[in-house]
């Protein structure tokens, strides 16, 4: 495995940038552990599972490929930092939900809405006087519902975080060409506007990024 220094060698005359390179230093070894992991389950995939070969080949080779890209955008991040969180709200506003979901690790868990919806069916139970095994039914009830839609949307949660990583690099990439001077004054305008109320879908803004920051820097 590749061992980073902890601190960069270079002068890199940005604040956002060398933020972004400790972050990224600091993280680097913990992100690659679940990059092998999971470059090494997409390879036992593809290979096949177990006794039934190929039977389960596009389900898990899409679930891992996409874990895969996940952790190696979020290793470039280093770390996700809530002002830009906030910033993408305008896009999407539930992407802290979003974010949560996807790279928790946590999933035996009950929320505030789960209790709420357990203890309005068990008093529904009670005043109708249901018997114990629908009252038991009542209890777990929520909770798998909620386990349920969550592995139902899980892909769709997971596109949308791929989405803000890609967004978030070219954001950043972009604060640190402005603040190290490295862009004419009328592309900073340019970027500024970009970035300043984000009131376009995610893939326009990276695709615009990509091409003004190409237009600047041909060898970016």
């Not at 956002?16 to 992100?31: A, V």
């Not at 709200?89 to 709420?116: E, G």
């Not at 972009?174 to 500024?192: C, F, M, T």
Request: charged share 20%; aromatic share 16%.
């Amino acid at each position: 495995m590749v061992k980073l220094l902890s601190k960069s060698p270079v002068a890199l005359n940005s604040p956002t940038l060398q933020q972004w390179d400790n972050s990224f230093r600091e993280n680097y070894d913990m992100y690659q552990t679940e990059i092998d992991k999971n470059t090494y389950a997409l390879q036992r995939s593809i290979r096949g599972f177990w006794i039934f070969g190929k039977a389960f080949y596009p389900a898990l080779t899409q679930h891992y490929s996409q874990k895969l890209e996940l952790y190696q955008l979020k290793q470039q991040l280093g770390k996700i930092e809530q002002s830009e969180v906030n910033l993408y709200k305008t896009v999407d506003p539930s992407i802290s939900t979003v974010l949560n979901k996807t790279f928790s690790t946590q999933w035996l868990w009950w929320n505030l809405q789960d209790i709420s919806i357990t203890a309005g069916l068990q008093v529904y139970a009670q005043l109708f006087n249901f018997g114990y095994s629908w009252r038991v039914g009542f209890l777990v009830l929520p909770y798998c519902a909620r386990v349920f839609y969550d592995y139902a949307t899980s892909y769709q949660n997971k596109s949308r975080a791929v989405e803000f990583l890609n967004w978030a690099i070219q954001y950043r990439k972009a604060k640190s060409q402005i603040e190290r001077g490295s862009l004419d004054p009328l592309a900073i305008e340019k970027y500024q506007a970009l970035f300043g109320t984000v009131k376009k879908g995610p893939l326009q803004v990276y695709a615009d990024v990509i091409e003004l920051a190409t237009q600047q820097n041909p060898n970016l």
